[in-house]
């Protein structure tokens, strides 16, 4: 149902804060945010914090421009230890410029704060994730199909860099193995009715695996040769959604906390697996053989993963048999963040490569 505001507070009195707060609140409930058009309350909560640290302003301040501007700038250096309260509060100021009584406010005498950038670093290495997959198949805990499920769980998380809601979802009729190329898959990552992508859109990816990790994957799919095309691929027929993450996602978070530490969690892999993609589209890219960065790297499994035709081969989707020469290469990037499910590089730049 749509929210229809009350009329607005009138602006008088010695403190006309929560007035121009209301106007603002209204508007954010009406209007929804720059990228959703409604707002759950927790979100509007922490569009607001600010508000307690706010000083009063009375109607001779706000109507004079030199005391309002004052009195802005007064606010935000009471709001200096918490960054997203000054960029949300610098919001607020955009719609106190846009009211009657105070639309003499410059926002160009402020410096625009910006949010902080939330860096989790931590990394696997693809003979680290291998580690974890060989721990998950050989512990003498569970049955064996839930050892397979989760094995191959911890795979498409870090060769599909895929989110665990994703993987949760897959579907039998959602993977298929590339003809004629037996350790390439297609995936298709869509909503379905237990739940959306993160972006409501429907994104292919292509992810290639080791020879000895396909194996395992195109077992899953043998095991379900004759499944519904709507049946979850890691999991048994009418197992609800929760037992699934319960049986072969929380596996694999056990494992990378006992092998890696406490800070690993199962979003770590898509992290990992972003890097992966990232170093694969550099390599292609750069085409010099002899600098190759993964002579660099103490990793085999991952100097695998970095040769030419496993370069090529990861995106050969896009390059459909073409030489480099022949692609539009200025769109690399954006390849890579489709790849993703990131709508631009600088979500992909800003979280995952750092």
Same mark, same amino acid.
């Given at each position: ?5 009350p ?5 008088i009195?010695d ?11 209204t508007?954010l409930?009406? #209007? @929804?945010?720059?990228?959703?058009p ?6 509007l909560?922490?569009?607001?914090n ?8 009375s109607?001779?301040?706000?109507? #004079?421009?030199? +005391?309002?501007?004052?009195?802005a ?18 919001q607020?100021?955009?719609?106190? +410029?846009q ?18 950038? &939330?860096?989790?670093a931590?990394r696997?290495s693809? +003979?680290?994730? *291998? ?6 198949i050989?512990v ?5 199909l839930?050892?397979?499920? $989760?094995a191959?769980?911890?795979l ?12 949760l979802?897959?579907r039998?009729g ?16 869509? @909503?379905?009715?237990e739940?959306r992508?993160?972006?409501?859109q429907?994104?292919?990816v ?20 004759h499944?519904?095309?709507?049946q979850?691929l890691l999991?048994?027929?009418?197992e609800?959604?929760?037992s ?7 596996p ?5 906390? +006992?092998?890696f530490?406490?800070?690993a969690?199962?979003? *770590?892999?898509?992290?990992? @697996?972003?890097e992966l993609l990232?170093?694969q ?6 085409? &010099? ?9 103490? #990793?085999?499994?991952m100097q695998?993963?970095?040769?030419p035709a496993?370069? &090529? ?5 896009w390059? #459909? ?5 022949q692609?539009?290469d ?15 590089y $600088?979500?992909? &730049? ?5």
């Amino acid at each position: 149902a749509r929210y229809y505001a009350p009329a607005p507070l009138a602006l008088i009195g010695d403190n006309i804060v929560p007035a121009l707060l209301h106007r603002y609140v209204t508007d954010l409930m009406v #209007d @929804g945010g720059i990228k959703q058009p409604r707002l759950p309350a927790n979100t509007l909560a922490r569009y607001t914090n600010f508000y307690n640290h706010l000083p009063p302003l009375s109607v001779d301040q706000a109507a #004079d421009p030199e +005391a309002l501007i004052s009195w802005a700038r007064t606010s935000l250096a009471a709001l200096s230890d918490t960054e997203s309260q000054q960029w949300h509060f610098f919001q607020f100021l955009r719609s106190v +410029a846009q009211q009657s009584l105070t639309d003499h406010l410059d926002l160009s005498l402020f410096e625009r704060p910006t949010l902080p950038v &939330r860096v989790d670093a931590f990394r696997l290495s693809t +003979a680290q994730v *291998h580690q974890l997959v060989t721990q998950l198949i050989s512990v003498n805990k569970g049955h064996a199909l839930q050892r397979l499920f $989760a094995a191959v769980a911890a795979l498409l998380g870090y060769y599909g860099a895929l989110r665990r809601g994703e993987v949760l979802r897959l579907r039998v009729g959602d993977i298929r193995n590339i003809p004629d190329h037996p350790d390439r898959f297609e995936l298709i990552i869509t @909503g379905t009715r237990e739940g959306r992508t993160k972006n409501r859109q429907t994104r292919l990816v292509y992810p290639v695996l080791p020879e000895i990790a396909a194996k395992l994957l195109r077992v899953v799919i043998k095991i379900h040769a004759h499944s519904a095309p709507q049946q979850p691929l890691l999991g048994f027929c009418g197992e609800s959604i929760a037992s699934r993450a319960a049986h072969y996602l929380y596996p694999v978070t056990q494992g990378l906390k +006992a092998l890696f530490g406490n800070q690993a969690r199962f979003h *770590h892999l898509r992290h990992s @697996g972003a890097e992966l993609l990232t170093l694969q589209g550099l390599h292609l890219a750069y085409q &010099r053989d002899e600098e190759h960065l993964a002579d660099a790297l103490n #990793d085999r499994m991952m100097q695998d993963m970095l040769t030419p035709a496993a370069c &090529r081969a990861r995106f050969d989707f896009w390059l #459909d048999g073409r030489d480099w020469s022949q692609v539009n290469d200025t769109i690399l990037l954006d390849v890579i963040s489709g790849q993703l499910g990131h709508a631009h590089y $600088a979500t992909t &730049r800003r979280h995952y490569l750092h």
